[in-house]
Nanobody, 119 residues
Framework: QVQLVESGGGLVQAGGSLRLSCAFSGITFSINAIGWYRQAPGKQRESVATIFSGGSTSYADSVKGRFTISRDNAKNLVYLQMNSLKPEDTAVYYC?????????????WGQGTQVTVSS
């Protein structure tokens, strides 16, 4: 079965950097897109970065120029490089795989990793 495990979160000062990793396994379905989402307390979950099956990427305006999503198939890893972090980036970050299955699209989620950015 599909398994996604995020890691790399932690506490960092504003202006610092973190790299999140998503280790994936059991991906036997066609991939439509892979994304990183985040959810802050009291807020809705939002997309921050997406990489599509064709290789193109998309970013939320709030992180554009600071975050980079990438994938290493050989290592079964998806990364989110986060630079110039701001306190408003504080959230639980989730890895998401949007997969084709049984003729439809389905979302699979990891458990999340906490990122806290201090002033």
């Amino acid at each position: 079965q599909v398994q996604l495990v995020e890691s790399g979160g932690g506490l960092v000062q504003a202006g610092g950097s973190l790299r999140l990793s998503c280790a994936f396994s059991g991906i036997t379905f066609s991939i439509n897109a892979i994304g990183w989402y985040r959810q802050a307390p009291g807020k809705q979950r939002e997309s921050v970065a997406t990489i599509f099956s064709g290789g193109s990427t998309s970013y939320a305006d709030s992180v554009k120029g600071r975050f980079t999503i990438s994938r290493d198939n050989a290592k079964n890893l998806v990364y989110l490089q986060m630079n110039s972090l701001k306190p408003e980036d504080t959230a639980v970050y989730y890895c998401n795989f949007n997969l084709w299955r049984s003729g439809g699209l389905y979302d699979y989620w990891g458990q999340g990793t906490q990122v806290t950015v201090s002033s």
